[in-house]
């Protein structure tokens, strides 16, 4: 998935790509957002090396499907660093030419690849039930909003396309979105709004499009449309942005006054950890359920926000989130050669032993391939992306020096007025 800008809260005063010259958080990375999307991605590839293994013991399959729910965090955390850097001096051309220049390159070059590959052990071309629709839909990344089309082409598509969804609705959001409190009623309305999709999907949307695109073996894609749709995401993306209203620095530094609640803070990390593969492993339908998973994503992001130095917080693991985007994309070739592989070369190996050894093959192969994809693709078009956007944001640039209020620099001014004493650069 996508890196989005991930900076620390600490404004210094620089040139902001959207226009004018502003206060704005540091250009040093946030390396726990990285660790973060690690986590994630190696969940999502767990899911699918588990769905190609030979596995049948229930509890193990049911860790592995757990996998799914990384999506979620990529999206969770992808919320909070756009929100937390989304100005009120918001320039959509600079904005949506950066996000375009990090998304497409490495989209359209995986879309080339299975085009002319194929997608090892499937068939990729029954999801494309738009036909020519699905490539005018895919240019803009609007192939989500199609039953036909969401993940046609490029295998995990509809991820992306939820992603880019989500950057076209984020001034919209932004403009409601202007508080806790505010965040927070919007995303019980997006609860309810995603309850209303489930319910109006399943009894009028789901048939209609099913009748369109008969026949096809049980309408798979159009019935999974259900759950991978933007309109059912909505609610994990706004948890995301809720994360920014929350002041972490101010509750690390208030907790820094007690030992009992000092030492909390440093063991939330892993406290959020366990609770995530307590989930994974309890195979219990209500705490593997949607709401609590967002609740255990936010609580995992505000922990390793409120410890950011900890023993997950390392080289390894922020170079896997740093490359997932890439790894996310590269992933799908390695699974049914390396399953087919390992059945092969090991029959005699137990099946869950046989998983360990493909999903560590499949992690290893996909992060030396983004090593490659990001530095030679990512890597330039994120940086052409950004001068294209500098060029874009100067021609409405005003002079002087103003300050662009994010809602970052809100909660710091806030902190800063709170604690004269603590220094702000």
């Not at 957002?33 to 969940?43: E, K, W």
């Amino acid at each position: 998935m996508p890196n989005s800008e991930n900076q620390p809260s600490r404004p210094t005063s620089i040139t902001n790509f959207d226009g004018g010259t502003v206060n704005k958080p540091s250009s040093v990375r946030l390396e726990w957002i990285d660790v973060l999307r690690g986590i994630a991605i190696l969940m999502v590839i767990l899911v699918h090396v588990g769905t190609h293994s030979h596995v049948q013991e229930k509890s193990i399959t049911t860790f592995t499907d757990y996998g799914s729910r990384g999506v979620q965090l990529f999206f969770i955390v992808s919320a909070f660093t756009l929100f937390r850097n989304f100005t009120q001096k918001f320039n959509p051309k600079s904005f949506y030419i950066r996000r375009y220049a990090r998304i497409a390159p490495m989209f359209f070059l995986a879309l080339i690849f299975y085009a002319i590959v194929g997608y090892p052990g499937s068939k990729l071309d029954m999801w494309n039930l738009g036909g020519y629709s699905t490539y005018m839909l895919i240019i803009p990344f609007l192939h989500g909003l199609s039953p036909y089309s969401y993940n046609a082409l490029v295998p995990g598509g509809w991820s992306v396309a939820c992603e880019f969804l989500f950057y076209y609705s984020l001034p919209f959001l932004a403009f409601f979105c202007r508080g806790f409190r505010s965040t927070l009623i919007v995303l019980c309305l997006a609860l309810i709004e995603a309850d209303i999709w489930t319910r109006l999907y399943q009894g009028h949307l789901e048939p209609f499009f099913s009748g369109h695109a008969s026949p096809i073996d049980l309408n798979r894609p159009i019935g999974d449309f259900i759950n991978l749709a933007f309109f059912y995401q909505i609610p994990v993306f706004i948890s995301g942005m809720l994360l920014v209203y929350i002041n972490i620095d101010a509750i690390r530094h208030s907790c820094a006054k007690s030992k009992i609640l000092s030492s909390a803070v440093r063991v939330s990390p892993y406290l959020a950890a366990i609770i995530l593969l307590a989930a994974a492993a309890s195979g219990n339908a209500t705490l593997q359920s949607r709401m609590v998973t967002i609740f255990v994503f936010f609580f995992l992001v505000f922990s390793f926000g409120l410890s950011p130095q900890n023993l997950l917080v390392n080289k390894a693991m922020i170079l896997i989130g740093k490359y997932s985007y890439s790894i996310y994309l590269v992933h799908f070739v390695f699974l049914d050669p390396y399953t087919k592989l390992a059945a092969r070369w090991l029959p005699n190996l137990a099946p869950i032993l046989q998983l360990i050894v493909v999903y560590g093959l499949v992690a290893t192969s996909s992060y030396m391939i983004s090593m490659l994809t990001y530095r030679f693709i990512e890597a330039p078009f994120i940086n052409l992306g950004h001068k294209l956007s500098f060029a874009v944001g100067a021609r409405n640039r005003p002079t002087g020096n103003t300050y662009a209020t994010t809602p970052t620099n809100r909660l710091v001014a806030t902190a800063s007025s709170t604690n004269p004493t603590r220094k702000s650069g």
